[in-house]
T-cell receptor, first 116, second 116 residues
Framework: AQKITQTQPGMFVQEKEAVTLDCTYDTSDPSYGLFWYKQPSSGEMIFLIYQGSYDQQNATEGRYSLNFQKARKSANLVISASQLGDSAMYFCAMRRPSGGYNKLIFGAGTRLAVHP | DTGVSQDPRHKITKRGQNVTFRCDPISEHNRLYWYRQTLGQGPEFLTYFQNEAQLEKSRLLSDRFSAERPKGSFSTLEIQRTEQGDSAMYLC??????????????FGEGSWLTVV
C-alpha cells in the first residue's frame, strides 16, 4: 500500500536558521512524484516543491530544497534561512502513480514554529 | 483573484441538517478534486472530476455525500443528514491535464464544517 510518514509532529527553529522536515514514503511503483505543501492557519494548501522519482538532481525552489534519497525512500524538506512567516503546517504528499490524474496521498504533517 | 475559491469558508450546522459547499476552480482547469481534512491529519481524497464526469469516489464518500460538476466548471459537495463525524475542512483543488510537474495542482482555502 502507498503511504506517507511524517514522524515529527512539531518542530522549532530559530529565525534565520535552517530546518529539516522528515518524510518517508512507501510505494512499489517505480514512477511517482513527491510534493511538499505548506498550510498556514488560513487553511490553503500552498505548493512548495516537487520531486519526480526519475529526477537525477534534488529539487530546489528558492529557500526550499528537497533531500531525495530514493534507496531510503525519504524526501526531506530543507528550509534555509527560516523566517517568521514560515510558521505553519507542512505536509509531504505522494502522487498516485497510476490512474492518470493527480490524486495525492498526504502524511499527517509537521507543525513548524519559527522563533525570533 | 484567479485562484481556486470556496464558499462558504465556515459553516456551523445542527446534526441532521444538510449543507452544501461550492468550489470554483481556476478557469479552464478541467480536473477538480475534493479532499477532507480532520484536525491533526493530512487531507484525504474524496472524489475527482474530469470536466463534468465524476471518475472516482473514495470509500470515505458515504451515500450521504454527493458531488456534482454540472457544466464542467464549478462543483458542489452536498452532505445530507450531517453527523458530528462530518466536522472537518473540505478542500477543493483543480489542475490541468496530468503532468509530472507538481505545481499544476492548486488548492482553495477550504470550507470548515462544524456539526453541533
Amino acid at each position: 500500500a502507498q503511504k506517507i510518514t511524517q514522524t515529527q509532529p512539531g518542530m522549532f527553529v530559530q529565525e534565520k536558521e535552517a530546518v529539516t522536515l522528515d518524510c518517508t514514503y512507501d510505494t512499489s511503483d517505480p514512477s511517482y512524484g513527491l510534493f511538499w505543501y505548506k498550510q498556514p492557519s488560513s487553511g490553503e494548501m500552498i505548493f512548495l516543491i516537487y520531486q519526480g522519482s526519475y529526477d537525477q538532481q534534488n529539487a530546489t525552489e528558492g529557500r526550499y530544497s528537497l533531500n531525495f534519497q530514493k534507496a531510503r525512500k525519504s524526501a526531506n524538506l530543507v528550509i534555509s534561512a527560516s523566517q517568521l512567516g514560515d510558521s505553519a503546517m507542512y505536509f509531504c504528499a505522494m502522487r498516485r502513480p497510476s490512474g492518470g490524474y493527480n490524486k495525492l496521498i498526504f502524511g499527517a504533517g509537521t507543525r513548524l514554529a519559527v522563533h525570533p | 483573484d484567479t485562484g481556486v475559491s470556496q464558499d462558504p469558508r465556515h459553516k456551523i450546522t445542527k446534526r441532521g441538517q444538510n449543507v452544501t459547499f461550492r468550489c470554483d476552480p481556476i478557469s479552464e482547469h478541467n480536473r477538480l478534486y475534493w479532499y477532507r481534512q480532520t484536525l491533526g491529519q493530512g487531507p484525504e481524497f474524496l472524489t475527482y472530476f474530469q470536466n463534468e464526469a465524476q471518475l472516482e469516489k473514495s470509500r470515505l464518500l458515504s451515500d450521504r455525500f454527493s458531488a456534482e460538476r454540472p457544466k464542467g466548471s464549478f462543483s458542489t459537495l452536498e452532505i445530507q443528514r450531517t453527523e458530528q463525524g462530518d466536522s472537518a475542512m473540505y478542500l477543493c483543488a483543480s489542475s490541468t491535464e496530468t503532468s509530472l510537474s507538481g505545481n499544476t495542482i492548486y488548492f482553495g482555502e477550504g470550507s470548515w464544517l462544524t456539526v453541533v
